[in-house]
């Protein structure tokens, strides 16, 4: 496939951190750079175009002190027994619990079981990470 060179204007703060970002990932330049963060986005967006069934990986850190909040996450993942293939659980601490969910199923299904759990009152941090293989899972 042939190669096109092209011009990139920015301004010098975001240069500043496209900078930053070669050297903490060790790219070799900033066109292997921008080729990488141009492949995450068009794998989402293809992700998010899907007519099949995708698969999402689900982070969330939670405080399992928290009243009731293992066993209402529970509770709402049995709403979806098929679309939660399995959990990762660490204990990350004396307080907080780490897990990742690896959900299936149409792209606006796996956003919103992701969205119903990580929108749990006591649940600090999520992110729904959409993997693809490239094609149509079977
Ligand atoms: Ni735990």
Not at 71 to 85: A, D, K, N
Request: glycine residues 8%; hydrophobic residues 40%.
């Amino acid at each position: 496939m042939k190669t096109t060179r092209f011009g990139v204007s920015m301004d010098g703060s975001l240069l500043a951190g496209l900078d930053a970002l070669v050297r903490r990932k060790r790219y070799p330049n900033r066109s292997e750079a921008i080729r990488d963060l141009v492949r995450g986005a068009l794998v989402e967006r293809e992700w998010d175009a899907a007519r099949g069934d995708v698969i999402g990986v689900l982070v969330i850190v939670y405080d399992h002190r928290r009243r009731e909040l293992s066993s209402q996450l529970l509770t709402r993942e049995h709403r979806h027994p098929g679309g939660i293939l399995t959990t990762l659980h660490l204990h990350l601490d004396r307080d907080n619990c780490l897990e990742t969910k690896v959900i299936r199923g149409k792209p606006a299904a796996v956003r919103a079981i992701a969205d119903e759990l990580m929108s749990m009152k006591g649940v600090k941090y999520g992110r729904l990470i959409p993997a693809t293989a490239g094609k149509k899972l079977r």
